[in-house]
């Protein structure tokens, strides 16, 4: 293998470069800038290449002959010797590379079932007996590179020392196109290499259809266009990156195509040209002439054909004459000078007796091989364009037909019973990226053509003439009769050189023929070995220089991704006291914001100013953090939220209006991040308290076409009463939960469950005593405020102070702020009533009570009637709670259920004593709220023999009536009045008191509602009212 490391001058390559966008920063960028390059990393580089192709036909013995003349190119006829030279001559010149070998039938495959064994279970041992065969003929240093076998076809090839190391992106495949449309008994074995990472090489032996007649024809036709339509290999990998899709036969820079085409002689008969030839090869064409004597025959030393080869006119007549049994030129002086020095003259050869070129020659082989080879149907159909017409090119052929011969003899055709006819069936086709490019071309070239003239057609012969730009007028129709028809006849005469020599001179830089030959002397199948060495020029990556390049690249993408990429820099804002930090997109590791505390309900908030600090418009948003469609907080829990505001607020005064999740800022323009923490869900608040979750987050601020900013976001959760179990807060001592967690959490390590072995400090959890007790007494204080004071007014809504809907506070927010303080009263173990600001009316105090009430029964995680102890009471089946709770009160054995309800929550005491404490104080509250006098329970017994029905119909409207109305109404109105209150209290608390299993249907539910609040109803009736 040659190498030049310098540059040639006028030095062309197989591909172009590209233009590269070198804004894009990702790898694939990278390396397309690099590969855009190529020119200044590659150099020209040159190896031999072998190519071998033989149908076997499953002949024994046919491997033994395999190195004979294959690699010592043995078989030969006499004028090609000295092409013959390999490697093992020891002449670095003629030293082949890369060997490539396509076998056909090397199995024996003779029913279809075979075919159908070889999908299911190929077997290798034909494959292995030829790799052995060729490794043993090859030297040493020769290295398997790639191999395919596909039924009775074998692809092999192997490179010399100094090549293996510089193959790549090898890949094999294979297409069948034989019986049925798939099986492997016809069809092509492929294998793609790379060499030096630039050139891509592909190599194809295929073995098409048999048999002369038309339809053969065209199915081997359709094999072809299937080889290419299927065939695929791995996509390609240079430098680390690969490519998208598959590559194909197209893609490559040099492509070669081999193996048993079964091209046949059209039109001929098969007896004329086995008599023809045989005359030839038995020397008795033109016995005249001593060249072509039998003893010169094929059968003797051999026949001159041509020598493909170009050499010195010199060597060409001295080769010719010592074939015609003459003496060179030189030779006759000499011996002339010796015999008569003296002599002023000697006689001249008579020019007669120099033989003509083979070429020239009428009675020549080469002139009958010429005059048969325009009926080979291959040459026809690449001319006519329907196979190998897209810049694939044959060498000429100077040899004889390669089928069919008797196994074992050397020049003797097919004498069998069916005779078949001599016939170049084995063949050699190549093609480079030029070639290829070059028909496209020239197609493009005539589609243009066609259209042109198909405009002047239609303009008429007169309108084309008035045109201008047209100098004559043409009609093709009529125009060129004078001409011969090519249509007279289907063959043109053969000229060895169309597409051989004019092309290699146009390419000879890149590939050259220097041979293309079949052995005749090889006779163990009835097939000739066909061999070819090409001398191929390509392009190879000097390593150093490719890293010089890349290296240049890499800055210049980084150098046009600062300068045109879009720069944010963020500020973050922090209120009070604590410290703002400042990043770019230099140094981003201080950007962090920390809300410190975060309490159940607060909601904590922050500001980052977000400023567009670069040359372009920059783009950015927050990557939103992934949800499931998980109902369980666990996989869903979030407490953080963003939104983007204008830094400036509108003349009149209203809030910053929100940009959406996405914002573009032009240069200079600045836009503010609101970020808000908030713990406002029971399950979050548990989750927290348990060391389930932490109030961490990493928020990415996304800039498209940027660099991605990372902001760390911290809070520390302030442990609460709120999503804690009665086991737990029993054993919670004084000082509050929040320092007796601190404790634990100091202990374990992080924030956790307080443990149920701990001891138990209280009957119940002190925070229900602290509510309850709180509830009771602003109740009584806001009656009395609405006594003395003319602006207060307690509402007279059943379901108040419990119900949110009668709330009187229109202020959400400053009742949510109440409400926070009342929670942290309880967490801190604080009065409850400390809790307000003196300005704080009886009636907001309330309200906020009752409101973090709701919040911490919902949040106790066994509830105060347990799921255990509900089961229970349902197993008991009283009759209260099968009745709404107007008739529950009043059901002869309500206080039977009460006792059986009593004695079941007993089982779990503390429970027990929550459940008493809480529908006693809620009864207390009912009744300050609603209240109902003696003298009202005197009347209402006094007229019990009144009408029921006509008492019931003293409803809500009746407390409109003037209380002049009578006694009677009076306190028909306020029992009315207590029980609607009673019933909006156990609706309220029925389901925050009971915990019941889960239920799917709706009506379950409900049925399950009814019955929970039925419950809360039986004890909040005095006993006597």
Known sequence: MESSDAEPAGRTHSTTSEPVDLTSTNPQSLSRAVYARRSEYTRRRCIRIKIGTWNVAACPGTDKDLARWFVDGEGLDATQTETKKSSKNGNDQEKIDLYVLGLQEIN???APSQYMTWIYAPDTTATDKWKAALKAGLPDEYQLIATEQLAGMLLLVYASSEVAPIVSNVSTTSVATGALGYLGNKGAVCARIVLGEATNLVFVNCHLASGVESSYVERRIWQVQQVLQYARFEPITVGGVTEDEKGQIGDEDFAFWFGDLNSRLDRLPGDDIRRLL???????????????????????????????????????????????????????????????????????????????????????????LTSLLPHDQLRRLMKDRKVFHEGWREGPITFLPSYKYDVGTVALFDSSEKQRPPSWCDRVLYRTRKDKEAFEKKIQEEE??????????????????????????????????????????????????????????????????????SHQRITSSDHKPISTIFTLDYDAIVPDLKAKVHAEVARELDRAENEGRPVVTIVVDYQGSRPRSESDVADRSELAIDFGRVRFLEKMTSSLTLANTGSVPATFAFVERPTTEDPDMESNFSWLTTSFVRPEESDDGSEPVDL????????????????????????????????????DEVLVLRVMDGRDH??????????????????????????????????????????????????????????????????????????????????????????????????????????????????????????ILSAFAPEVSSIQRLEAVCEAFLLFLAGLIDGIITTPLWNRIEQ????????????????????????????????????????????????????????????????????????????????????????????????????????????????????????????????????????QTALIGLFLRRRGE
Not at 323 to 345: F, I, R, V, W
Not at 715 to 727: F, K, L, M, Q, Y
Not at 914 to 933: H, K, Q, W
């Open 108 to 110: 024996e495959l003779t």
């Open 278 to 368: 045989m005359l030839h090869t038995q020397g008795q064409y033109d016995l005249s002439k001593k060249s072509l004597r039998r003893e010169d025959s094929l059968e003797g030393e051999g026949v001159v054909v041509q020598r493909l080869s170009d050499s010195s006119d010199d060597a060409k007549d001295e080769d010719q004459a010592t074939a015609a049994g003459k003496k060179p030129l030189e030779q006759e002086s000499n011996k002339s000078a010796d015999n008569g020095a003296d002599d002023d003259s000697f006689d001249l050869p008579d020019p007669d007796e120099f033989p003509l070129d083979p070429s020239e020659d009428p009675a020549s082989l080469q002139t009958t």
């Open 448 to 517: 243009e053509s066609r259209k042109r003239d198909e405009e002047m057609k239609a303009q008429g012969m007169e309108n084309a003439g008035d045109d201008d730009q047209v100098l004559f007028s043409y009609d093709p129709d009529n125009d060129g009769d004078d001409h011969p028809s090519s249509s007279a006849s289907p063959y043109d005469a053969y000229d060895e050189n169309d597409d051989g020599e004019e092309q290699d001179e146009e390419l000879g830089e890149q590939l050259r023929l220097d041979l293309y030959t």
């Open 660 to 695: 959406g999740k996405k914002v573009t800022l032009e240069p200079g323009e600045t836009v503010n991040a609101h970020l808000e923490a908030l713990i406002d869900d029971v399950r979050q608040a548990r989750m927290l308290n348990e060391g389930k979750a932490t109030l």
């Open 710 to 831: 990372f902001i760390p976001v911290h809070g520390d959760w302030a442990p609460t009463c709120i999503g804690r179990s009665v086991e737990e807060l029993i054993r919670v001592r004084n000082g509050g939960i929040r320092e007796f967690c601190a404790t634990l959490a100091k202990k374990n390590g992080k924030l956790s469950t307080i443990p149920y072995d701990l001891p138990a400090h209280h009957a119940a959890p002190k925070e229900l005593f602290e509510l309850t007790e709180a509830t009771e007494t602003l109740a009584e204080r806001a009656l009395a405020d609405a006594q003395m004071l003319d602006d207060c007014e307690v509402p007279t809504a059943p379901g108040w102070p419990f119900e949110e809907a009668t709330w009187a506070a229109a202020d959400k927010n400053a009742r949510t702020t109440e409400v926070i303080n009342v929670i942290d009263a309880l967490d801190r173990d604080e009065r």
């Open 876 to 1011: 008991a089946a009283l009759p209260s709670l099968t009745q709404s709770v107007a008739t529950a009160v009043d059901s002869p054995t309500v206080e039977d259920d009460k006792t059986t309800i009593l004695d079941i929550l007993a089982a779990v005491p503390n429970h027990n004593i929550c459940f008493v404490f809480l529908t006693t104080t809620l009864a207390r509250i009912a009744a300050e709220l609603a209240p109902l006098t003696k003298a009202d329970l005197e009347a209402i017994k006094d007229s019990e023999g009144a009408s029921r029905p006509v008492l019931a119909a003293l409803g809500r409207k009746s407390l409109s009536f003037r209380r002049s109305t009578g006694p009677g109404i009076q306190a028909v109105v306020a029992l009315n009045r207590r029980r609607a209150k009673e019933k909006k209290f156990a609706e309220v608390f029925g389901g925050l008191v009971c915990r019941g299993p889960p239920l799917g249907k709706v009506k379950d539910r409900k049925s399950l509602e009814e019955k």
